[in-house]
């Protein structure tokens, strides 16, 4: 079960239903108030999948998976998140993840994005379903966290689109919405809601 996350016992056994019977789905949208949980029920659940030492949607908490996914360095991890319009979004592929890297473990710790004119670029979205079509390295899967997915521009949505319809076998999205409203109804339709 995932652990770190307090109360969220509904979300927390369906969390477990799918590794009990080996059908985690390719895509989740976890969705809720504001101030629920959700960033780290995203976190909890990315871990679980990475740790190969807990079994059955448990993470250790110390293996170096583990701990990887705390600084959000696992190689098999990547994480998305609205950036202001017009921010820089030039330079390697490596210089852009380790940018989003620092925006999102601010992010996690209880920063908040600005709202108004901020967005998920469609070209972090192109790259971040490039890095999830490859073969994982340290863990038989790859995840992708996409936290306030409402604040991707229709481009990038029907972009991602694409990839939820025809997943990587390897692969597992997890969108995170206070709006899921504001989602393509398509992408929410190609994902397992999780409130």
């Not at 989740?28 to 949980?37: A, N, P, S």
């Not at 993470?59 to 820089?88: E, F, M, R």
């Not at 908040?112 to 890095?131: F, T």
Request: overall charge positive; hydrophobic content about 40%; some cysteine.
């Amino acid at each position: 079960m995932v652990t770190g996350v307090t109360g969220q016992e509904r979300a927390k056994a369906q969390i477990q239903a799918w590794f009990a019977t080996g059908r985690l789905p390719h895509s989740v949208l976890i969705t809720g108030r504001e101030g629920v949980g959700k960033r780290r029920l995203a976190v909890e659940l990315a871990r679980a999948i990475l740790c190969r030492e807990g079994g059955e949607g448990r993470a250790c908490g110390d293996c170096p998976a583990c701990t990887k996914v705390d600084y959000l360095s696992h190689p098999n991890l990547h994480v998305l998140l609205p950036l202001p319009t017009g921010s820089s979004r030039t330079g390697s592929d490596s210089e852009q993840f380790a940018s989003l890297r620092e925006s999102a473990l601010e992010y996690l710790q209880g920063g908040s994005m600005a709202r108004a004119g901020s967005n998920i670029p469609k070209d972090h979205i192109l790259l971040v379903q490039r890095e999830m079509s490859y073969a994982p390295t340290e863990a038989p899967r790859r995840v992708a966290v996409i936290f306030e997915a409402d604040r991707m521009l229709p481009a990038g949505a029907n972009s991602l689109l694409k990839t939820l319809e025809e997943p990587s076998p390897h692969a597992v999205f997890l969108l995170v919405s206070v709006t899921a409203d504001r989602l393509l109804p398509t992408v929410v339709s190609r994902c397992q809601r999780l409130a």
